[in-house]
């Protein structure tokens, strides 16, 4: 969340205030934390006014939403295979250097803080993307926020893969953090 926010005041004044920060928070997708498996002893009651804790305007608001399986024993005890922490301090760096590049002059600090308005043109979709774009938006009933934020992501998982355009497999992968699995099947 990167924005700057107005408060109108009563008597007639505007307070302008930075609203820069990073928000990181967790939650079990159900009261006993097993839902999606066969271990799970929730009701669907349950599970909806357990999920609803969470309102869906706050929910539109948080960028990227991931969702964490339970690990078998295997994949407990198995090597880790993951990219060091320096290979990945380079890509992070290599895409924000192709943001700097492609926002030199105009304002805009990174992908997150791209206008609304400025989203398609800025964004650079393939034509194919942008067809796959729209059809992820109708499937899925995306407000105005969330559409803009499918299209950020999607730009944002292009720099990491150092593509000028977003591809279809950008929307996907994309959707993927925007769009959630779980949380919104259990709506
Ligand atoms: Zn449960």
């Known amino acids: 969340m990167n924005q700057e926010r107005s408060i109108s005041l009563e ?52 960028d990227l939403q991931v969702e964490m399986s339970r690990l078998s024993t295997d994949e407990r005890f198995a090597e880790n295979e993951s990219e060091s922490s320096s290979a990945i301090r380079c890509k992070v760096e290599d895409a924000r250097q192709r943001q700097s590049v492609r926002f030199q002059g105009a304002g805009i600090l990174h992908n997150a803080a791209i206008p609304g308005g400025l989203v398609r043109e800025l964004c650079k979709f393939s034509n194919d993307a942008f067809a796959h774009y729209r059809i992820k938006i109708e499937q899925n009933v995306l407000s105005t926020r969330s559409m803009d934020r499918l299209a950020k992501v999607a730009r944002t998982v292009a720099d990491l893969e150092a593509s000028d355009e977003i591809g279809s497999e950008h929307i996907d992968k994309a959707a993927s953090f925007v769009i959630g699995g779980l949380l919104r099947e259990a709506f």
């Open 11 to 62: 008597w007639g004044g505007t307070i302008k205030y930075p609203a820069r920060f990073t928000l990181v928070a967790a939650m079990n997708p159900c009261p006993c934390g097993y839902y999606g498996t066969d271990l799970c002893k929730c009701d669907e009651r349950q599970v909806k006014k357990y999920q609803g804790k969470i309102s869906g305007p706050i929910l539109d608001r948080i």
